[in-house]
């Protein structure tokens, strides 16, 4: 017999850590990659941040929505790095 939950933990922090650590190496990749190896360096962060996400979820215990939360941290992830890594490919393209 399972025992219900009093007080479950919110499941909304995990997803946005994922979001932040996205947003954290879209940026560096954008920095420190040269501009014809900064996709290739994307792709390797988001998935980074796929492994990461499975390992915030797992961390939390709650097997109610497991593949939902997931599911949200990684679209998340992949739109952040995506406006990221539009502002520098627009910056590229920029003369000057």
Known sequence: MAVPELAPRRTIGGIVAVWVVAAVVGVVVGLFAADEWRAQWLAVGLGGCLILAFAVQLWSGRSQGFTERVAASCLGALV????????FGLA?????
Not at 80 to 87: A, D, Q
Request: without cysteine.
């Open 92 to 96: 590229a393209i920029v003369p000057g």
């Open 80 to 87: 952040v790095m995506g406006v990221i890594s539009l502002g």
